[in-house]
């Protein structure tokens, strides 16, 4: 973790990050990589997976896990409490609780597309705005991450409501950042698809259709997106109301 400075205007190091989704794939990644650089984590999904448990077994001073459903604001304002309980306060935050989509618009029924919108894109606002008065109120300063998709920037069929989704946080994470004024850095990372429960659903024609238009000839894999998330936790960038896009220039 890179040194914390009192600077006016520079945000520190984040300390300790709170990050949605992070019981599997990418999130749990993240939930690594914020422990590998020294912070304490508060990671909530669904479901506690064995993996995410096992790391808050090990380290119970510096990870605060949770059974909580994005969609219910309450449970997330109080998971934010007991976890600033247990490990103090909470600096920042990476919005990474998502699910995903594959039907043509024609075929999603009104249900599934008002579920991946209140899922993707209104909890995603509502934790964004508990996070921050909670961090206002405890530090005055932090670090939010948005994680959004390539589907936000060109046109993928079967993911018309999702899409939609990822463009609005993109859009938000611009407006947030010249909200705040620099007391809290946003950035919005857009990865290309990658192998997780997610993307189970495209087929290996699908998916060797994507590496084909890749410059790079491979998917991402989340550990091509780690260094781009540690960056912006924890580097003094000046990154602030960004897209970051990692997709081996498949979007290009
Ligand atoms: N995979 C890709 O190709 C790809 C490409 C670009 C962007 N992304 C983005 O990357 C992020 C991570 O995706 P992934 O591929 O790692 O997906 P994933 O394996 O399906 O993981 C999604 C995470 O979000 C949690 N989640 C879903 N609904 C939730 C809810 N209602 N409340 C709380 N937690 C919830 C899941 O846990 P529970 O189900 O237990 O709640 C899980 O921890 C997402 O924002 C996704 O849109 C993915």
Redesign the pocket.
Known sequence: MSETTNEPNVIPAASCVLI?????????AFVEEVLANGAKVAA????V?PELQQLMDANPERVYVGS????DSKAVTSFIKDAAKVLGPIDALV??????QDSLHLHTTPERIEDIIS??LT?TLLVTRAFMRHAMAKVGKGRIVN?????AQRGYSGLVA?SAT?GGLDAATRSLAREMHGRFLVNSI??????????SVLGTEQLSTITRRTPTNRL?E?ENITPTLRMLLFEDTNINGMVLTIDGGGSI
């Not at 909530?44 to 479901?47: H, I, M, Q």
């Not at 994680?147 to 589907?151: A, E, I, K």
């Open positions: 949605s989704g992070g019981s599997r794939g990418l999130g749990l909530f999904a669904r479901t997976t909580v459903d994005i969609t919005n990474n609780a998502a699910i995903g899922t993707n909890a994680v959004t998709s390539v589907c999702y990822k857009a990865p290309g698809f990658f192998a997780s429960e997610m993307s991402v989340p």
